[in-house]
């Protein structure tokens, strides 16, 4: 695992960013999972900025989220489909429909499931996974003791999770209960994971992942199965991992 901390928030997001564009421009029809939630705000704005400028095209590329909330409708505002199309697909000029989002409100989500899996492996795999990390260690929506081999699937969601996402509601109580997730491991089939933090609010999480025991109580610590994970983190999020000195150095020092 390659753990980048930088020194400001505002850098997560410039340095993913630049790791993202850097994919596209070698394969041009690259299939990118989008992670939802504030963590990645600033990866997006970056590659918006890009395209802008004529520096980044995306219109050949296509995508699938991670996670979608069960039983609201895809119009909510709060939902991750309303999200992908306001903050990456219209910003980044993806075509309409490139971008997959799972079935929040199908009549047979074990179907829907299996649908949305097959949908990936027909696109050939996912090329770069963007993952934020959820202050319990969830990654998606795979909450504490999720199977690590777990694949697309109905979820219950914690507590803290519906607390943690109340912001984005008017009130607690509209938070849904379920949410549609892909499993770890199907985001462990990624070809390069890129999971971002900022904050202290997320340092036990990520010194969890990082450098805790593989455990499903801290799901996002399976990325330490991953042969190509990099972790971008500020100063605050960096706060409680031990051996920050290395990660540092080995980012200096790389050739
Ligand atoms: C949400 C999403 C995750 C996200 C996480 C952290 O519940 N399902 O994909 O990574 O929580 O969210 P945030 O980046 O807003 O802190």
Known sequence: MEVIIV???????????????????????AVLGFATGSSPAGI???????????????SSTTGFALDEYVGIPAGHPASYAAFVQRDIVGPLKMRTGSVRVPDGNSADHDRGCLEFENKISRA?????????????GHIGFNEPTS??????????LTQQTRTDNARFFNSQ???????ITQGLGTILEAKHLLLVAQGEQKAQAIAAAVEGPVSSRCPASVLQFHNRATVIIDGAAAGLLELTDYYRHAFRSKP
């Open 147 to 156: 199977s690590l081999k777990s694949r697309t699937r109905i979820k219950t």
């Open 173 to 179: 109580n509209e938070v849904p209960t379920h949410c």
């Open 124 to 136: 050939g795999g996912i090329d770069i996974q963007i993952l934020g990390i959820g202050a319990n």
């Open 7 to 29: 020194d400001a928030a505002a850098d997560v997001g410039r340095m993913a960013a630049r790791i993202i564009a850097s994919t596209v421009s070698t394969k041009s029809a």
């Open 44 to 58: 997006y704005s970056e590659l918006a900025a890009m395209v802008r400028d004529g520096a980044l095209d995306l």
